[in-house]
């Protein structure tokens, strides 16, 4: 198959991006890792019981394909658009239109849930009332927003610093508790049978999710071509391990009594090092929520500039599309679209599950368009081609699994195709008045 872009835009001779290997790793690493620790083995653990460990390694897995195809594009074609550009070359407009929307306005849906994820355990720890959340949340989600106001290339440094700081954690929290881990708490290894393990892989989805944003600052690397599948095969094993490892430990620590309560974290740390646990779940969850916030501001701000300079949102929003430019505008309408979820959480007393579908459910119609459109850009027979048309079985069998979630991701494209059609029939009247 001819590669549809004709002249080759895999290797940039003026490419000026300036992320480097270990900025671009911590930021996939963020991206990826995110708050799923915080929730996740605990969670996973009460449905499936000692073999959720299994299910962490099926999604690991199945994650080689979709991360390895998202690593492929994003090297070959860096552009802020990022899967919507790719939609873009193989299927035309209105579906890069709905890519763009999809991620923009949906996936941007998990931003609040982030800062409130992080919320509930600060709120947890210091013993404050659930009222505090809303400010709390507020303080987690600032930072990174104005860090972004000032770049990609300083929020990457950040981003290094953060990152480093959560595995170092990791690796604490997984040594305090090796010595607590009881052999006895992994029988029976399979309590809720098949089914239990199923219900685990469709938890740990959320935790291997993400590969996606680092599309979108793909032409702020140095060397994309280079630099991009090596920080993502890094990220997956640093993820796949430290997932692994957490589950591990939750089980063999906390038994029957993993997935109690909102902060399942905090039991197995104050079951290993109950001195240093409120210190210790105070950190992690700062980190991984500044982090995750941090990487996907500077993803969903670039997209709209893209958007803006592809004629899918006002003009006006495209400064910042390129290279080494800062996305403010888009930006600010992201904190706009924030706060109106913020708005929704609140009216739903916090209710998270009211916006972690409409987030799932986008990303995986994202996911779906996008290995689609690798499909048909990569050549046939390839690895590369091989790792799409995988991975577009697997985000077929994912769109099946979140179909009654699926009606967000079906109004925002409805909303697309609306906005194709006045942008047509303004493009004829204008022409009209012309001739």
């Not at 998202?70 to 709905?98: E, H, I, K, Q, W």
Request: hydrophobic share 60%.
């Amino acid at each position: 198959m001819t590669d549809p872009v004709g002249e080759d835009s895999r290797v940039n001779a003026q490419h000026v991006g300036t992320l480097g290997l270990a900025q671009g790793t911590a930021l996939y690493i963020a991206s990826v890792l995110g708050t799923g620790i915080l929730v996740l083995p605990g969670l996973a653990a009460s449905v499936a019981g000692p073999a959720s460990i299994i299910s962490v390694l099926a999604v690991f897995v199945l994650s080689i394909p979709l991360a390895g195809t998202f690593a492929v594009l994003a090297a070959r074609y860096p552009d802020s658009g990022g899967v919507a550009s790719y939609v873009r070359r193989t299927m035309g407009n209105t579906f890069a239109r709905m890519t763009g929307y999809w991620f923009y306005f949906g996936v941007a849906a998990g931003m609040p849930v982030v800062a409130v994820l992080g919320a509930e355990y600060v709120v947890a720890i210091i013993g404050a009332d659930r009222t505090a959340l809303l400010i709390v949340a507020a303080v987690i989600y600032l930072p990174p927003f104005v860090l972004n106001l000032f770049g990609v290339r300083l929020a990457g440094w950040v981003q290094l610093g953060l990152t480093a700081l959560l595995i170092v954690v990791v690796i604490g929290v997984v040594a305090y508790g090796m010595p607590a881990v009881r052999p006895g708490n992994f029988q029976p290894f399979f309590p809720h049978g098949i089914t239990g393990i199923g219900q685990a892989i469709s938890l740990f989805v959320w935790a291997f999710a993400g590969w996606e944003v680092g599309t979108h600052i793909a032409a702020e690397f140095k060397n994309p071509r280079k630099v991009i599948p090596l920080a993502t095969g890094i990220a997956l094993v640093v993820v796949g391990v430290a997932y692994l490892a957490l589950q591990w430990i939750t089980v063999g620590v906390l038994g029957e009594k993993a997935g109690e309560g909102t902060v399942p974290l905090l039991a197995l740390v104050d079951a290993t090092a109950p001195k240093a646990g409120a210190v210790i779940i105070a950190s992690i969850a700062a980190i991984v929520s500044l982090g995750v916030l941090n990487a996907y501001l500077a993803a969903v701000g670039k997209l709209g500039a893209a958007l803006g300079r592809d004629g899918d949102l006002p003009q006006c929003l495209s400064p910042g599309s390129e290279a080494n430019e800062v996305p403010r505008r888009s930006l600010l309408i992201v904190l706009a679209i924030s706060v109106f979820f913020f708005g929704v959480l609140v009216a739903q007393d916090f209710n998270l599950l009211v916006l972690i579908p409409i987030h799932l459910s986008s990303m995986i119609s994202i996911y779906a368009l996008g290995m689609v459109a690798a499909v048909r850009i990569f050549d046939r027979w390839s690895f590369s081609w091989w790792l799409a048309v995988i991975a577009t079985v697997m985000t077929a069998g994912l769109l099946a699994l979140a179909w009654a979630n699926l009606y967000v991701p079906l109004g925002i494209a409805l909303v697309a195709v609306m906005v194709g059609l006045v942008k047509h029939r303004t493009l004829r009247v204008h022409g009209d008045m012309a001739g």
